[in-house]
């Protein structure tokens, strides 16, 4: 197998959008986030809060600094979407007693009890998204996705996995 430099498979000359594996890896993402946005909404929340959850409870993320880098966005608006969070019964917020800039988050019995929900509704539009794929072309397809976010994460940034191009 031939390795080829960036320089060499991303031409300039020959880019067109609709071909583009930037376009079609957004195409993908925003098709399977609507698919998320409506599979959630009987569960009368958005894909965004159920992200936060699903973070939340498996110790992805326990304060807004963690959610705004890993929904690479800003603070403010991870703020909004918690106070509506919060206002639900969802989640908890807690200042540090010893740094009262950093807020802990914890999920309420209310929030555990969408969780519990969730992998079912994101679970089903993976099925629906992935429909004809084998199981090996999405191992496949995670490596390449994990690789480009190693190749592409700031060295040192928290979250970001520390050896390049593994896997």
Known sequence: MTSHSPADLFDPTDYQIGKSVGYLLARAKNMLSLGVEQEVSGLDMTHAQAICLMMLAEGEA??????????????????????????RGLIARTRRDDDRRVVDLSITPE??????KLPVALCNVMRRGFDGFSQQ????????????????????EAGCPQDRNSE
Request: net charge negative; hydrophobic share 40%.
């Open 62 to 87: 326990t304060t807004v600094t963690d959610l705004a880098r890993a929904l690479n966005t800003d603070a403010g608006s991870v703020t909004r979407l918690l106070s509506r969070m919060e206002k």
């Open 111 to 116: 929030g555990d009890a969408l969780v519990e």
């Open 137 to 156: 072309e999405i191992d496949v397809l995670c490596g390449m996705l994990q690789r480009i976010i190693t190749n592409t994460c700031p060295a040192g």
